[in-house]
């Protein structure tokens, strides 16, 4: 991983998500770390490609980890690394990279200054083992740290904790070029719309548009959305598409 660098011009840095917990999968718990990652990532220029949802399943996290690793830049994970039985995920991890699992003593150290030796209980202790190779994520909400291994960033599901351990994270991601964004609001039904879009998005590959349906209650209507890391190729489709809307709402 590099220490906060720029890619290339023309490189883009990508990153997967594991998000891991039975609780996430039946309903019981509402994700909140999704959206948050997105949004953190688009503001590095690293574009979120790809979430999955598993079960605490050692073989289902193995699975997704060793792929998602292979296909993007970074991966992240929440989840699974608490003081219980079912939290598996750094032990999956170090099966994921072969690797063996032991007690870190600089996280024991930070467990040890946070629940002093009375409180420091065998179950707190699991959130101390660390896959052999790792090196500690900081947690300032609740000290016990996440890890590093390889291109994987193992991370608590505790939307707080998640937060605090990306932010510490950040310095030494690899950044990529900002996608820039236009909004267009169409005032008129997405059918309507859309061959011109087809037609403009065909001759401008490197040039993303999304189209959102909306419904007021009485009307539907469309924002779009034009998505570049080239300010230059954004304005320019930009404004064939409101020429195009010129001419249909001429047209209506």
Known sequence: MGDGAQSSADEIVTAGFVVIGDEILSGRTKDRNIGYLADFLTAHGIDLAEVRIVPDETSRIVEAVRDLSARYTHVFTSGGIGPTHD???????AEA??????????AVAMLSKRYGSADLTQ???RMARIPDG???????????PGFT????????????VFEAMLEALAGQLKHGTKVISRTIEAGMAEGRVADDLRRIQNDHTDVSIGSYPQFDGKNFTTQL?????NEEQLDLVVTEIETALERLRAEA
């Open 87 to 93: 939290d598996i995920t750094a032990d999956a991890i």
């Open 97 to 106: 990279f072969g690797v063996g699992i032991d007690f870190h003593p600089e």
């Open 123 to 125: 179950a707190r202790m």
């Open 134 to 144: 790792a090196t500690l994520i900081p947690n300032s909400v609740s000290k016990a």
């Open 149 to 160: 291994i390889g291109n994987v960033n193992v991370m608590a599901g505790v939307p707080s």
């Open 225 to 229: 959305v034009v998505r570049s890391r």
